[in-house]
């Protein structure tokens, strides 16, 4: 049985993306367009699709990691905040943009919460299950093992 952690984290978030742009229930919201994904970046996203990539992300760490919260997760997505001649300084990525992501996969039927955070559905372990599989089919190296 084939399981995210037998496949590349890149290939599997590449893939996972791609079936959630033509999901109707993760949509990228209007604001999308406009906002940084924390205060530790200077600019917004370059890609055009980085809520489906960002979703992607969400649901294959919370596929691993097991009950986790939003603010684990802003943990997780920070990064370092350049202050000028000051010294860099660890921030937190947003919270906005986890907590509406948990709450479309929520609605998806891919993650479900728990007592002590969320954690991935049957549903949604299947699914990533099966993209996984997809993947490693087409991988040789990978797929003796």
């Known amino acids: ?58 649901i294959r760490r919370v596929y691993m990691d097991g009950p986790v919260g939003v603010m684990s997760l802003r943990t997780f997505y920070g990064g370092k905040k350049d202050r000028g001649v000051r010294p860099e300084v660890f921030r937190k990525g947003s919270g906005a943009i986890i907590r509406n992501a948990l709450h479309q996969l929520e609605d998806a039927g891919f993650v479900e919460k728990v007592e002590g955070g969320r954690v991935v559905s049957p549903a949604g372990r299947s699914f990533l299950d099966k993209i996984s599989a997809e993947i490693i089919k087409d991988i040789p190296e990978l797929a003796k093992y």
């Not at 949509?27 to 940084?36: C, D, E, H, I, R």
């Open 1 to 58: 049985m084939t399981t995210v952690f037998d496949v590349p984290a890149d290939l599997l978030i590449k893939k996972v993306a791609e079936e959630f742009k033509n999901n109707d229930k993760i949509n990228s919201p209007a604001w999308s367009k406009f906002v940084k994904t924390g205060v530790h970046k200077e600019r917004k996203p370059e890609n055009a699709g980085w809520w489906y990539v960002r979703c992607a992300s969400i």
